[in-house]
């Protein structure tokens, strides 16, 4: 190959043939001029020296190669930056998935520690109820006034209303 110019105008553009024919003369073209009629158009010019005093052109359009390389620079980038962006929410959701996982961990704690107070709380108010209604009922075995037993049972049936509702409520 004796010399190869990018970009140059199409044939029979003035600029393009000034320009070829100082690439046929072995010298470096203007790859790069354009003119009004052609800026548009990429082409390849190849030269070859097939013999003494016999050189080959090759002229090549290759305007949709460039079109295409540019397009897929671009896509390239948005790609690039659709991945950073990616790899940022990445990031943001592994963080609060560990927040979560952190909450998520208290909040048990707390529910254990709820279920054993109310266990506690449970223990610690059914039992003197428990007791008040079987002394009652001792107390209602023995011999007791009219006036006494209905009292005795008044008791007996309050108690028996209380260890409902904290049932319920426990």
């Given at each position: 190959?004796?010399?190869?110019?990018?970009?140059?105008?199409?044939?029979?553009?003035?600029?393009?043939?000034?320009?070829?024919?100082?690439?046929?003369?072995?010298?470096?073209?203007?790859?790069?001029?354009?003119?009004?009629?052609?800026?548009?158009?990429?082409?390849?010019?190849?030269?070859?020296?097939?013999?003494?005093?016999?050189?080959?052109?090759?002229?090549?359009?290759?305007?949709?190669?460039?079109?295409?390389?540019?397009?897929?620079?671009?896509?390239?980038?948005?790609?690039?930056a659709s991945r950073?962006?990616?790899?940022?929410?990445?990031?943001?959701?592994?963080?609060?998935?560990?927040?979560?996982?952190?909450?998520?961990?208290?909040?048990?704690?707390?529910?254990?520690?709820?279920?054993?107070?109310?266990?506690?709380?449970s223990h610690e108010?059914?039992?003197?109820?428990?007791?008040?209604?079987g002394l009652t009922?001792?107390?209602?075995?023995?011999?007791?006034?009219?006036?006494?037993?209905?009292?005795?049972?008044?008791?007996?049936?309050?108690?028996?209303?209380?260890?409902?509702?904290?049932?319920?409520?426990?």
């Open positions: 190959i004796l010399g190869q110019l990018q970009e140059a105008h199409p044939v029979g553009c003035d600029m393009t043939l000034h320009a070829w024919g100082e690439a046929l003369d072995c010298q470096q073209g203007d790859p790069t001029a354009q003119c009004n009629d052609c800026a548009a158009r990429t082409y390849t010019l190849r030269l070859f020296r097939h013999s003494p005093g016999l050189t080959l052109c090759m002229i090549q359009d290759v305007t949709q190669r460039k079109q295409s390389e540019q397009l897929t620079e671009a896509y390239y980038g948005e790609l690039l950073q962006q990616l790899e940022q929410q990445s990031a943001r959701l592994a963080e609060q998935t560990e927040a979560l996982q952190q909450a998520n961990t208290q909040i048990k704690a707390l529910a254990e520690q709820k279920m054993a107070f109310i266990t506690q709380m108010i059914r039992t003197p109820i428990s007791g008040l209604m009922q001792l107390l209602m075995d023995t011999s007791l006034s009219p006036e006494q037993l209905d009292l005795v049972d008044s008791i007996k049936l309050s108690a028996g209303a209380l260890l409902n509702t904290v049932n319920e409520l426990l």
